[in-house]
C-alpha cells in the first residue's frame, strides 16, 4: 500500500471514518514501530474549528485513564492539524447492539467502565458532551487479556471545559445545540449552562440503548424528538427487557430525570452503583446457569409428554417445558407474564406505585383496610362511569370521581389515567382543544408516576391518536399490551388508531382480540361493527351492532350502527 508522508514522522496507511470534525486515518509511527490513529480537521474548517480540535487535544492530553483513548502528539501546520493518539481496535457499541441488546451482566459492567472515564474527565475540569454509543469502542485488545469489556470512549471533539473562560465563551453561541440530538439532555437542547449531570443524561440514553437496542426519546421529525427529551416522559428500561434488574432500571430512570437536580450527585457515584449492580447481575446469570443445568437434567414423570401443546377454551396455552427447547419466545412470554404480575399489583395499589420495586407483603392493618384513603374506591367509580360515557351525565360524573380521588391522592397514577380518558371523551363530543390538552396533562402525570400502568400508557396514546401522533400513539399501545397483554381497552385503542391510519385489516385483527378477551364491552363491539361495516362485511357488523344493544339497551351508539347498516 502506498503509504502518505505528513508532518512530522507518521505515515498515513488508510481512512477508517469520517465525521463533523474531520477524519481519522490509520498510521505507522516509524520511530517506535507502532500503528497509530490520527485524526484531522477538514480542509475548510474555520478558525473556531480548528480553535475546538485544538482543545480536543489539550484535553485528551491531560486525561490518563484505561476508558479513555489515549493521546501521543499534536502535529500542527499552517493548512491543518493532526491529532495523533493510540489506535483503537474494535466495533463500537453502535456496531455492537445492530444485531441486538446486551445481556444485563455485560451492559453494566461496559457502563461501570463508561463512568469510571467520565468521574476522570470530570475530575480534570472537562465535560465530553457528546457522548454517545458511536463514541464508545470495544477493546479486542480486552479479549486478548481476559477482560471482555474493556472499552475506550472517544472523540472529545465536543468536549466543553468546567472553567467558565473567555477561550470557552468564543467557541460556542448562547442558546447554540452542540452534540448528538437523541443523547441530549433537557439543559442542553434549551441552551442552558452545563455540568457534569449532563454527561450522566448521555450516560443514560447510552445505558438504555445498550440493554434494550431502542431510544429513550425518538420521533418521526426532530422536533418530536426534542419535545419528548425536554417534557414528556420515556418508557421505563425494564418494560422493553424485563431481565433488567429492577434496581438498574431505576437508575437509569434517575440519569433521564427532566431536572440535574434529581439525576445522580457524580459520575463516581453512578460507577459505584453499578460496580454493584454489575456484581449482582454477574451472580444471578451464574446462579440461573447452575439451576439450569440441574433442570436439563432431571427426568421427566412417565405421564407427561412435554412436548405437548393442549389450548383450551380460554385459549392459554402448555408450551414445552424442557428448558434445551426454549427459545427466544419462551423467554419473552416468561418476561411478559413478569411484567403482568408486576402490573396487576400496581393497578391495585393506587397509593404509591412504586415500579420498579418488589411488593412487601402489607402490614397488617393494611390488609383491614386496603384502600385508607378511598382513592381506589372513587377509581373504581369513576372507570364505571366511564363504560357508559354514551350516557349524558356519565363524563362529567367520572371526572368528578377521578377528581376526588386525586384530590384523597395526588400520587395516584390510575385516577390520572381515568381522568386523562374522561377528558378524552369529552373532546371526542366536542372536539374542544381545552378537553384534548388536560387529557394530555392527566395522561402525562399518570405515566411519570407510574410508567408500568397499563392504564397510563393507554390513557397516553389514545391522547397521542386524537391528536394525530399515530407513531407515538402506537408506541404507546405497545408498551401497555407488553405490560398487560389480556388488556382489551388497549387492543381496541390500538384498533382506533389502525384505522384512522386506513390499515383497516390490522385493525380489524386488534379488535377481534379486543372483543374475545372482553365479550361483553359495549364500545368494543360497536368498534368491531364499525370496522366490519368499512370493510362491506354488513352481516358481520349487523351481529356486532345487535350484540351491542343487548348489552347497552338504553344506548344510543347501538341502535344508531345498527340502523346504518340495515339502511
Given at each position: 500500500m502506498r503509504t502518505r508522508e505528513i508532518p512530522g514522522p507518521y505515515q498515513l496507511l488508510e481512512l477508517l471514518g469520517q465525521g463533523g470534525m474531520g477524519s481519522v486515518y490509520l498510521a505507522h509511527d516509524p520511530r517506535l514501530d507502532r500503528r497509530v490513529a490520527v485524526k484531522r480537521i477538514a480542509d475548510d474548517a474555520d478558525p473556531s474549528r480548528r480553535q475546538r480540535f485544538r482543545r480536543e487535544?489539550?484535553?485528551?492530553?491531560?486525561?490518563?485513564?484505561?476508558?479513555?483513548?489515549?493521546i501521543f502528539d499534536l502535529v500542527e501546520t499552517d493548512d491543518g492539524d493532526w491529532i495523533v493518539m493510540e489506535l483503537v481496535e474494535g466495533p463500537t457499541l453502535k456496531a455492537r447492539i445492530a444485531d441486538g441488546p446486551l445481556t444485563p451482566a455485560m451492559g453494566l459492567a461496559i457502563g461501570r467502565r463508561i463512568a469510571e472515564g467520565l468521574a476522570e474527565a470530570h475530575a480534570q475540569g472537562v465535560l465530553h458532551r457528546d457522548l454517545k454509543t458511536e463514541n464508545v469502542i470495544l477493546d479486542r485488545r480486552g479479549e486478548r487479556s481476559g477482560d471482555p469489556h474493556r472499552i475506550k470512549i472517544v472523540d472529545f471533539g465536543l468536549a466543553k471545559s468546567l472553567a467558565a473562560d473567555d477561550d470557552e465563551t468564543s467557541l460556542s453561541r448562547s442558546g447554540q445545540m452542540l452534540g448528538t440530538i437523541r443523547a441530549m439532555a433537557p439543559e442542553q437542547v434549551r441552551g442552558l449552562s452545563l455540568d457534569p449531570r449532563t454527561d450522566l443524561f448521555a450516560l443514560g440514553v447510552l445505558l438504555y440503548e445498550i440493554l434494550t437496542g431502542t431510544r429513550p426519546f425518538h420521533g418521526a421529525q426532530i422536533g418530536d424528538t426534542l419535545d419528548h427529551i425536554t417534557r414528556r416522559p420515556h418508557v421505563p428500561a425494564r418494560a422493553w427487557q424485563p431481565a433488567i434488574p429492577p434496581a438498574a432500571s431505576a437508575l437509569i430512570d434517575r440519569l433521564l430525570e427532566k431536572s440535574p437536580d434529581l439525576r445522580p450527585a457524580s459520575a463516581r457515584a453512578v460507577a459505584d452503583r453499578l460496580?454493584?449492580?454489575?456484581?449482582?447481575?454477574?451472580?444471578?446469570?451464574?446462579?440461573?446457569?447452575?439451576?439450569t443445568a440441574e433442570t436439563e437434567t432431571a427426568a421427566y414423570p412417565p405421564d407427561v409428554d412435554a412436548s405437548t401443546i393442549v389450548e383450551d377454551a380460554s385459549s392459554v396455552r402448555a408450551i414445552d417445558a424442557r428448558p434445551q427447547r426454549r427459545g427466544p419466545r419462551v423467554a419473552i412470554a416468561i418476561a411478559a407474564l413478569l411484567a403482568v404480575i408486576t402490573a396487576g399489583w400496581l393497578m391495585r395499589d393506587a397509593r404509591d406505585p412504586a415500579p420498579a420495586a418488589p411488593v412487601p407483603d402489607p402490614p397488617p392493618s393494611a390488609e383491614a383496610n386496603p384502600d385508607p384513603d378511598g382513592a381506589y374506591a372513587h377509581f373504581e367509580d369513576g372507570m364505571r362511569l366511564l363504560e357508559r360515557f354514551d350516557k349524558a351525565d356519565h363524563l362529567d360524573r367520572a371526572v368528578a370521581a377521578f377528581g376526588a380521588a386525586i384530590a384523597s391522592n395526588p400520587r395516584s397514577a390510575p385516577a390520572h389515567a381515568g381522568l386523562a380518558l374522561a377528558h378524552r371523551y369529552r373532546h371526542m363530543r366536542s372536539r374542544n382543544q381545552a378537553s384534548l390538552d388536560r387529557a394530555f396533562d392527566a395522561a402525562r402525570r399518570a405515566v411519570t408516576l407510574d410508567g408500568y400502568l397499563a392504564l397510563a400508557r393507554i390513557a397516553l396514546g389514545s391522547v397521542h391518536a386524537a391528536a394525530g401522533r399515530f407513531d407515538e400513539a402506537k408506541g404507546e399501545f405497545e408498551t401497555a399490551i407488553l405490560l398487560d397483554p389480556s388488556n382489551a381497552r388497549a387492543h381496541g385503542e390500538f384498533a382506533r388508531a389502525l384505522s384512522k391510519e386506513n390499515r383497516r385489516d390490522e385493525a380489524l385483527t386488534r379488535a377481534i382480540r379486543a372483543v374475545a378477551l372482553?365479550?361483553?364491552?359495549r364500545a368494543l363491539r360497536d368498534l368491531l361493527g364499525t370496522l366490519y361495516f368499512q370493510t362491506a362485511r354488513y352481516d358481520e357488523a349487523e351481529a356486532q351492532f345487535r350484540a351491542s344493544v343487548?348489552?347497552?339497551?338504553?344506548?344510543?351508539?347501538?341502535?344508531?350502527?345498527?340502523?346504518?347498516?340495515?339502511?
Open positions: 487535544a489539550a484535553t485528551l492530553a491531560r486525561l490518563q485513564h484505561p476508558s479513555i483513548v489515549q460496580a454493584a449492580l454489575e456484581d449482582e447481575a454477574r451472580r444471578a446469570s451464574q446462579a440461573g446457569a447452575e439451576a372482553a365479550p361483553d364491552d343487548a348489552l347497552a339497551p338504553d344506548g344510543i351508539y347501538g341502535y344508531r350502527n345498527l340502523a346504518a347498516v340495515l339502511y
